[in-house]
């Protein structure tokens, strides 16, 4: 005896699992490998057997069912308990990152639902709408991904759906990271000389110097002690950094000690003469005013550098520094006449004169494999992309002197014609 299948009020055969509901809808039902009940809704019968379509790719494909009420915020919260060796200031700032421009809104997305253009969209709404700067973006991006990666390797989702959403979102504004411009040898030359002069600036000389004749990081300089350099066998020690972080709303921020992230960043730098004379003028001026570092960082004490307070020097404070050096600077140039032709300094900030430092090596001919150790790159491949771009503005300026080396040898060989 043949067994009479299921209809809907259409007449049309219900499959297994297919349900007409009294009000007209239509359900799904299935158990899940954990023997686990779900089920799904929809309007119409032909609705109801595309989301069956999904429901069974999941299945085949070990996703999770439950994952039909679950946002990306449930999987961010998880992602906080689970999250393990990243360094206190980091994790902080992920944290912060996702608070601040996830959470509220985007975060509420369920994941079920969730989709690439979705992404795509959503860092768009960053750097369209509320303006923020690819380097913001970016830091949003390292933990959102993770985040979703936790739903891939959880079998909440199939794939991440952020995968290569930041390098589409900077092609398509065409604000990938703008490339960083060294000082010439005449802009640096003018810098130096500017600080070198008796006046307000003149403070600033000895640090400026040191970021501009060692290579090393900002949070490197900054979280510089005494007892990290060597004056009579001129060598610096670089052992860890000084970062400043948020600690989250409630808290505010703070700096902290950070060790390296690689034993590449861990090393000793030989110490320039005028990198020595910095560091003495320094401590002269320090002895005259009778100032002395009155912080301690995670138990580190006793910096180089630190401001009329005796506390250490922040990034941000650096920076605004520079801005007001490069404009009396250039005023003080320009007020001299000449305008014509007049060397004045672009505008800059901290890590320019690393960059700098970088390409007067290139320049020198130094080693590759040197300028790795100095620099503290854990992949000589920075280096050879520093190197190359380098090389190619002076491969550039060395052209254009043997074209006119040329055009000379034409003309005394006309002459003695």
């Given at each position: 005896?043949?067994?009479?299948?299921?209809?809907?009020?259409?007449?049309?055969?219900?499959?297994e699992?297919?349900?007409q509901?009294?009000?007209?809808?239509?359900?799904?039902?299935?158990?899940?490998?954990?023997?686990?009940?779900?089920?799904i809704?929809?309007?119409?019968?032909?609705?109801l057997?595309?989301?069956?379509i999904d429901v069974l790719?999941?299945?085949?494909d070990?996703?999770?069912?439950e994952?039909s009420?679950?946002?990306i915020?449930?999987?961010?919260?998880?992602?906080?308990?689970?999250?393990?060796?990243?360094?206190?200031?980091?994790?902080?700032?992920?944290?912060?990152?996702?608070?601040?421009f996830?959470?509220?809104?985007?975060?509420?997305?369920?994941?079920s639902?969730l989709?690439r253009?979705?992404?795509?969209?959503?860092?768009?709404?960053?750097?369209?709408e509320?303006?923020?700067?690819a380097n913001?973006?970016?830091?949003?991006?390292?933990?959102?991904h993770?985040?979703l990666e936790?739903?891939?390797?959880d079998d909440?989702?199939r794939?991440?759906p952020s995968?290569?959403?930041l390098?589409?979102?900077?092609k398509?504004h065409?604000?990938?990271s703008?490339?960083?411009?060294?000082?010439?040898?005449?802009?640096?030359?003018l810098?130096?000389?500017?600080?070198?002069?008796?006046?307000?600036y003149?403070?600033?000389?000895p640090?400026?110097?040191?970021l501009?004749?060692t290579?090393?990081?900002?949070?490197?300089i900054?979280?510089?002690r005494w007892?990290?350099?060597?004056?009579?066998?001129?060598?610096?020690?670089?052992n860890?950094?000084?970062?400043?972080?948020?600690?989250?709303k409630?808290?505010g921020?703070?700096?902290?000690?950070?060790t390296?992230?690689?034993e590449?960043g861990r090393?000793?730098?030989p110490m320039?003469p005028?990198?020595?004379?910095a560091?003495?003028?320094?401590?002269q001026?320090q002895?005259?005013?009778d100032?002395?570092?009155?912080?301690?960082?995670?138990?580190?004490?006793d910096?180089?550098?630190i401001?009329r307070f005796?506390?250490?020097q922040?990034?941000?404070?650096l920076?605004?520094?520079l801005?007001?050096i490069?404009?009396?600077c250039?005023?003080?140039?320009l007020?001299?006449?000449h305008i014509?032709?007049t060397?004045?300094?672009?505008?800059?900030?901290?890590?320019?004169?690393?960059h700098?430092?970088?390409?007067?090596?290139?320049?020198?001919g130094?080693?590759?494999k040197?300028?790795?150790d100095i620099?503290g790159?854990?992949?000589?491949?920075?280096?050879?992309?520093i190197?190359?771009?380098?090389?190619?503005?002076?491969?550039?300026?060395?052209?254009?002197?043997?074209?006119?080396?040329?055009?000379?040898?034409?003309?005394?060989?006309?002459?003695?014609?």
């Open positions: 005896m043949a067994v009479e299948r299921r209809k809907d009020t259409k007449n049309r055969v219900l499959k699992g297919e349900y509901r009294a009000n007209g809808t239509f359900e799904y039902k299935w158990r899940d490998k954990r023997g686990k009940r779900h089920s809704y929809a309007k119409t019968l032909e609705e057997r595309e989301k069956e790719r999941d299945v085949l070990g996703i999770r069912a994952k009420d679950l946002t915020n449930d999987l961010f919260h998880l992602w906080v308990q689970l999250k393990r060796g990243l360094k206190e200031n980091t994790f902080s700032n992920y944290k912060y990152m996702y608070t601040q996830v959470e509220g809104d985007f975060g509420e997305t369920l994941i639902e989709k253009s979705d992404v795509r969209a959503f860092y768009n709404y960053l750097a369209d509320q303006h923020l700067k913001t973006i970016d830091n949003i991006h390292t933990v959102l993770q985040v936790l739903g891939v390797e909440y989702l794939y991440n995968d290569n959403a390098k589409e979102l900077r398509a065409n604000n990938g703008p490339k960083r411009r060294a000082l010439t040898i005449p802009e640096q030359n810098f130096e000389e500017f600080l070198s002069e008796q006046g307000q003149h403070k600033w000389y640090i400026f110097v040191v501009l004749w290579g090393m990081r900002v949070g490197e900054t979280g510089l007892c990290d350099i060597d004056l009579e066998n001129e060598t610096i020690s670089v860890h950094t000084l970062v400043y972080f948020s600690k989250g409630a808290q921020c703070s700096f902290a000690i950070n390296p992230k690689t590449a090393r000793t730098i320039l005028k990198v020595k004379e560091f003495l003028m320094e401590k001026f002895e005259e005013i100032l002395k570092c009155t912080v301690s960082v995670d138990g580190y004490t910096f180089i550098f401001n005796g506390g250490v922040h990034q941000g404070t920076n605004k520094a801005r007001r490069i404009r009396d250039n005023y003080e140039v007020d001299r006449g014509e032709n060397v004045t300094l672009p505008r800059f900030s901290n890590h320019s004169l690393r700098t430092f970088t390409t007067r090596m290139c320049e020198a130094v080693n590759i040197a300028m790795q620099l790159h854990a992949d000589a491949e920075t280096t050879m992309d190197y190359a771009e380098a090389t190619k503005d002076l491969k550039r300026s060395e052209m254009i002197n043997f074209d006119e080396y040329f055009n000379n040898q034409k003309v005394i060989q006309s002459g003695t014609n």
